[in-house]
């Protein structure tokens, strides 16, 4: 037995948005998971597990339907009554379909915030978690972007400090495993499209940005996300002792954009990428 | 910073078939997949990383939608020129959908054989990858029975004898395992609802059976499964040197089953649950 006849990406030939993660891939992909994720462990995170699909009720208390409708993707059954012959041209039309109970997420989050909705705090929570993700997209582009793909994220739930000490923390790794690698990532003031559209949340952003990304060019690889007490409102979580709304932050981690990002640093030998991760994340806590 | 307020499973209240798991299952969870892994892998086996939807035209090449289109689902955008005010009580109607080109998988598996498309190997293959699989079924059960769960599978590909092997292989260390662990799982020939149907393959099937469920009482947490040349035909793999088609096999493990169980078996106790899992794995290689 020896290892699989190639170790690159085989996407399927006809349409994009799908990559399946050859041996080398992979293993780059779980290393860098195991950095990002233990940051946070050493930090006291706990993690959960969420799941890749939610009840549309669920998501609609995020407003991911009425801000980004176009970007969402549902899990839809098949409606065997009017299925015919079955799909025609590789395609369901929406008529052969059920309609769809469920959404696919397209951020990982909210799985933290649901797993604490309507519960009152102990204490400043800490959270990890990896989750699929999902993005109807009008383009895409190896694992630069991806239909479908990882993201790793640190959730920090409670007093507004707390917060934001997550987020300087993650801010500060980020940079230093950066120089670490040679990658020259560049923290960028950006806006967040699901949960931000016209409107007072949205001036308030132009104003005191609560999304940094840290690019890669022009590709941006990781977040560090301020949500204020967003989420905690709409999932109802309080603080210790009070009736007080939690505030939340998020670190997020595009998996498949930092393989990509060290192939391309790495002239294609992900082994020496590999190495490399390993080496200089022993100097990061 | 504390642990999250609760340890235990939280579903979303209205509707069934989702879990979040909470730090304790997700530590016996990953110990678990650990175990399995670590199995596959010390036979040789190399890690891929499969996406969690592929092309429709991908799936229709394993007869997914002509023998059980009522447990598929799909991946639809959504049609935002017909999605007036959005969701109804919190569904999307067909005419709101866009229609599907993507599907998402029931099975991990199908990810190793469409990895080796169209491929000739080089010697006898054994992957493995954990994947989201999906199934709409007509009733939920907690963590015994959900829309979404983890597989962790092996996959064999190469020479008959090659997929025989391994699976005597991983229904030896399921069987140790079972054993250590006091779970008393009793291996059961099954049907496999998702390659076979009336005709040849399924008279096959009952003449010698191509699958063994592990089962503790009626619940199947684990199986070996036998496809014969299914897979290598459908995804046109082809032996060493060689146009004959290759053959294959899979041993699959339903994660959160395993949880499930566990949970049973020591009596809520999941400390105790993974300091068992903990314990055996050292005896089994």
């Not at 990002?261 to 002239?267: F, I, N, P, S, W």
Request: charge should be negative; proline fraction near 5%; include cysteine.
């Amino acid at each position: 037995m020896t290892a699989p006849a190639t170790t690159s990406t085989t996407a399927p030939a006809s349409l994009g948005g799908v990559a399946i993660l050859g041996p080398e891939q992979t293993a780059l992909l779980k290393e860098l998971d195991g950095v990002f994720s233990g940051w946070a462990v050493s930090d006291g995170a706990r993690e959960v597990i969420a799941p890749p699909l939610y009840p549309v009720s669920d998501l609609e208390k995020f407003d991911v339907y009425k801000n980004f409708p176009h970007l969402a993707l549902t899990a839809s059954p098949i409606d065997v009554a009017h299925l015919g012959d079955g799909p025609v041209a590789s395609r369901f039309a929406s008529g052969q379909l059920q309609g769809a109970r469920y959404g696919l997420p397209h951020a990982a989050c909210y799985g933290a915030y649901l797993f604490h909705e309507g519960s009152r705090l102990d204490a400043d929570v800490l959270v990890t978690l990896v989750n699929r993700c999902f993005r109807n997209e009008t383009h895409y582009d190896g694992l630069r972007r991806l239909m479908s793909f990882q993201m790793r994220e640190a959730v920090a739930i409670g007093a507004f400090d707390h917060t934001q000490q997550t987020l300087e923390r993650f801010a500060e790794r980020i940079a230093a495993f950066s120089d670490a690698l040679g990658l020259g990532l560049e923290k960028v003031p950006a806006t967040d499209p699901f949960f931000e559209n016209t409107g007072a949340r949205a001036l308030l952003a132009k104003l005191s940005p609560v999304k940094y990304e840290f690019q890669y060019g022009d590709l941006a690889i990781a977040s560090v996300n301020t949500h204020r007490n967003f989420f905690g409102e709409r999932c109802r979580i309080t603080l210790p002792g009070s009736d007080e709304t939690a505030f939340t932050s998020c670190a997020a981690f595009g998996l498949e954009r930092w393989v990509a990002v060290l192939d391309e640093q790495y002239g294609g030998d992900l082994g020496k990428a590999l190495d490399a991760v390993r080496g200089t994340a022993r100097q990061i806590g």
